[in-house]
Every structure is written in C-alpha cells, then in structure tokens.
C-alpha cells in the first residue's frame, strides 16, 4: 500500500478552515440563538448583521467582548472553501436564490463530512503509531468514501444519510483508540481518580487539576468549566468531550486523541498549555508562562 502522510490525507489543506475562500457561509447557512454564545438570535440562511459585501466580518477582532463566543470556537473543518470552491465552482449564494437554497442545504452536511475526516484521519494515525501490526486498510478506505462523498454534486449531498457513515466509521474509530491507548494503560497506576472516569460521565466542574489522565478514555463526557489544568491527556480519548470553559492551563494535549480546535478554542488555556501540531492557540488564552 502507498504510504501517505498527513498532508496528503488532507489536515493542513483540506481539513482547516480558509475563511478567504468561503463566502461567509457559516455567518449566513446557520442558525444561532441568543445566548452566552451570541447577542442576538438569526434564523439559518439570513445574514449575519456583521457580514459585510465581501463575505468578511465587520468585528472580526471584538467578536469575543461584543459576545460572539461562538464564533470563535466555530470550525467548518475546511467545509466553507469546499461548497464555495468546489460543490458550486465558486458561485457566490449572492448570484441567484437557487444557488442561496442549494449551498445553505449543503453547507451543514459537508461541514459533518468533513469533521468526521477529521476524525478518520487521526485513527489512520494512531494506528501507525501503535509499532503493532494494525491493519489501516479499512480506515483508509472509509477516509477514501467520505472524501468522495464530500466531493459530490449538491443533489447527491442532500440524499446522503451522514449518521449512517458516522455509525459506519465508529467501530473503526473506537478500535483505535482502544489499541493506541492500551500499551499506555499498561505502565500506569491504576489510582481512585481514574476508576471513577470513563466514557459518557458528567464531569462539569470536575476538579481534575495536574490528574493523570493518559490512556483513558473521557468519550462524550461533560467537562464544561471542569478544572483540568497541568492534567496529562496523552492518549486520553477526547471524541465527542464537551470542553466549554474548562481551564487547561498547562495542561499536556499534545497526544491526546480525537482533539478537535473547536474543543480546544473553547476552552480556557494558557502559555504552558501543549498542543498538538497544526493546532492554533487561541486568541483569548492566557500567554502567562511560570
């Protein structure tokens, strides 16, 4: 089998956002409320009162005082410049109200496909790190389905049933993490704090500060305004983990698994904080180092 790196499955191109080669679609496709996330409600497909003529924002650099969070924790996966780019070969939704109705539709479904690449590549990854005889093979080639699928015409897209290729995907993505994580379970104490963590838990306002947490697996826990700073995730299982506010202040998320920057952004970290390659460490973190 071709080897492939990182780049070419797609992370740095593909898999981040270029805001400069969208059209604003997340500031127009999507829904928001008002809440501690947004100041005011919009409804899905009109603009944002913030976006201007060229599909740029207004208070891209207050967004967080004038309380915006959400859009600073917001990431497409790479989605925005696929359905801009690609889907509808640049046409702006401002051209015709066909071509409005059709990307907003879009834009959601390949922004999930994408995030669940996302996913997908980083278990190709695992499994080459493991220094096992895993078999990439099936990854490789359900990252193969969903790149394609991305890349289908609008009429396509809005047939697919995306839950169905995430609960295709998941057994995949479950098996490795299990085999990433369990040669680091090995040489570690089994301490009390561990025991009582574990997948799907409500931890909101855990205080798990300088906790070693490597080789478990935190999948689709409630960490919101948990205290987890200087915690050790290396190979922690973070898919799904819900980090709003949660204080990572030197905290060690280099290895951590299934790491997303939209889980990253919205949490509370600062200067010690470590990331993995390619992440971006948000504006609004503390730059305080010891």
Known sequence: MRERTRVELGRREDLGADCARCFGLCCVALAFARSADFPFDKPAGDPCENLDDHDACRVHTELRPRGFVGCMVFDCFGAGQKVSQHTFEGRSWRSDPATRTAMFATFPIVRRLHELLWYLEQAIVLVGETGETGDATPL??????VSALSREQPDRLLGLDVDEEYSAARPLLLQASEDARRGVLRGLPD????????????????????ADLRGLTLRGSLLIGADLSGALLSHCDLLGVDLRDA??????????IYLTQMQVSSARGDGLTLLPPGFARPAHWSRNRR
Do not use: E, M, T
């Open 140 to 145: 490789l080639s359900r990252f193969d389905r």
């Open 191 to 210: 301490r009390g704090v561990r025991r009582r963590l574990g997948p799907g838990k409500d931890l909101a306002g855990a205080a798990l500060a300088g």
């Open 247 to 256: 204080n990572v202040a030197g905290a060690d998320l280099a290895g951590a």
